[in-house]
């Protein structure tokens, strides 16, 4: 039988297809004792919508690789940043033509409020030109934000530093 370890970072981020929650960051640890799996995953942010998903598939995977006691818990702390995402996971982001973060804003203390959007710097997956620009804050999930290239003028989407 495949560890439960080895069958929890094959599965894949239902909103990032080319990314496994491995990849992403979300998968946090996957333990076997006595017959039973228990994995932590962490939500990128409050809310996500896409938890219940991977607890689903993370919980078929495990079932279909012959772990009959499968426990998905949601680990909140530490909180998850996109610092997370591994370097491979960033190649496939880049491959698949959206933007992966920079790095996340380091902070210690009250987090001061801010009203207007941050302005990053960007590069195109799609051409490399540092010339892009936001046209809305979200993309099609709340965790990334849609750009333009005004280089090459496509669209892309950017996962968003948290």
Known sequence: MV?????AATVTDPELPMLTLADLGVLRSVSEEDGRVVVAI?????????????RDDLE???V??????VEIRTQLSPSWSSDWITSEGRRKLAEAGIAPPGAAPRRSGPIPLTLSAPVSA??????????TEEQSRFGATACKAL?????CQEPFEHVKEI
Request: glycine share 10%; aromatic share 4%.
């Open 3 to 7: 560890t439960a370890s080895l069958v």
């Open 42 to 54: 962490t939500p990128t942010y409050t809310g996500c919508p896409a938890m219940d998903t991977m």
């Open 60 to 62: 078929h995977a495990l």
């Open 64 to 69: 279909g690789a012959g772990y009959a006691d």
């Open 122 to 131: 960007v590069p195109c997956p799609l051409c490399g030109s540092a010339d």
């Open 147 to 151: 750009r333009r290239c005004r280089s």
